[in-house]
């Protein structure tokens, strides 16, 4: 064995060759008891573990990794290190195709890292007031937790994201308008030992207090998904000027009344054209949303170099911590999040993971939250 300097990388080009005769094979293995053997043919070599079997039983996972230049390689990685492998892709700037230990082993696949292996899989019992349509309401909500990023998955392919925008959201507490004004009063006036939305303000004040670049000059907010618009009613200062985008014609009524300085948009991100913001803030919204990475795109549309974003989203958790019925599960949400499935979709979009963290919100509710920005090709881009 030869010395290592721990402080320096060192890159081995050459160094050794083993001859093989047909039908001899060599193991190769790690320190830890990881183990690989090939096997010399006639016709070539012969990687003797299964990928379905005995790699498995040993630890590892097998990769399909494409390069920029559309070369191919076959991998394997240990279950214990899918952080770090990862990470090696990013720095490498390569990508997943896929998992081949799992192309024969189920039909579940998951939106965020393609895994194809269920952890988990459970059913909602309690009422569910949001459930989408007669058939919906009779068959409650299942979800399927990806072995791989841990992100959990509601067992429906239809996507019903009009709710959110026809009035029917606000409705099934009866008069939307009524509800709406209720419980904004409600939120506003409570405790601030109390209020998830004053905990959501400070650390997000906090963290963007050595990142605001210029304090003459007021900044711009972007609320996406704004609601009934707590977040911007306590967030908002002279340093800073707000808009709100809110597919809720009445819920954006309502923000005109009480929120009369801020731009309220009835509509999409396609409707913000050529507009740019400092702060980008989607407060538990992406887990309503049938294709979260392509929304994510389009906010990296309304984004330049020095963009924050801040994603807050329901965590897996709640599951954990509080069985299937916890509030984060039901018809309103297409997916809960793990901490490694939030970083997945957001470098898939073009962003750079500045922090994510856990937190148990005032109200009980288990929460991920994270500050991103763009990475070096979404800066180019725009």
Not at 48 to 71: H, M
Not at 108 to 126: E, P
Request: charge should be negative; glycine fraction near 6%; include cysteine.
């Amino acid at each position: 064995m030869f010395p290592v300097d721990v402080d320096r990388k060192h890159f081995l080009t050459d160094f050794g060759k083993i001859l093989l005769d047909s039908e001899e094979m060599i193991s190769f293995r790690t320190v830890d008891g990881s183990e690989y053997d090939v096997v010399a043919k006639e016709w070539g070599f012969y990687a003797t573990p299964s990928i379905n079997a005995r790699l498995i039983d040993q630890g590892f996972k097998t990769a399909l990794v494409k390069n920029t230049e559309n070369r191919f390689y076959i991998m394997l990685v240990k279950k214990k290190s899918l952080e770090k492998f990862n990470v090696f892709l990013r720095e490498q700037d390569e990508s997943l195709v896929e998992w081949l230990d799992e192309r024969t082993i189920s039909n579940f696949t998951c939106q965020f890292c393609q895994g194809k292996v269920k952890k988990n899989s459970f059913t909602v019992t309690r009422e569910d007031k949001y459930a989408i349509g007669k058939d919906r309401q009779l068959e409650p909500a299942s979800y399927n937790e990806c072995s791989l990023c841990g992100a959990m998955h509601l067992d429906d392919s239809s996507d019903y994201s009009s709710v959110y925008s026809d009035g029917s959201y606000y409705s099934v507490d009866g008069d939307p308008s009524e509800f709406i004004k209720k419980r904004f009063d409600f939120v506003i006036n409570l405790p601030r030992d109390q209020s998830d939305n004053q905990k959501r303000v400070s650390r997000i004040k906090s963290f963007l207090s050595s990142k605001i670049l210029d304090n003459k000059e007021k900044q711009k907010l972007l609320d996406v998904g704004a609601g009934m618009g707590v977040f911007l009613y306590q967030f908002l200062d002279n340093k800073w000027e707000g808009t709100a985008l809110e597919p809720d014609s009445i819920a954006c009524s309502h923000m005109k009344q009480v929120m009369p300085n801020v731009s309220v948009v009835n509509g999409e991100i396609k409707d913000l054209k050529n507009e740019k913001f400092n702060l980008i803030t989607l407060n538990r919204v992406l887990e309503h949303v049938y294709n979260p990475a392509d929304l994510l795109s389009d906010i990296v549309d309304l984004s330049n170099q020095d963009t924050l974003i801040y994603l807050e989203l329901p965590d897996v958790l709640s599951f954990y911590k509080d069985g299937p019925n916890n509030e984060a599960f039901g018809y309103g949400h297409y997916s809960v999040y793990s901490p490694a499935s939030l970083d997945i979709l957001c470098q898939k979009a073009g962003l750079e993971t500045c922090m994510i963290d856990r937190t148990i919100e005032p109200s009980g509710k288990f929460t991920i939250y994270g500050f991103f920005m763009l990475n070096e090709k979404s800066i180019k881009k725009v």
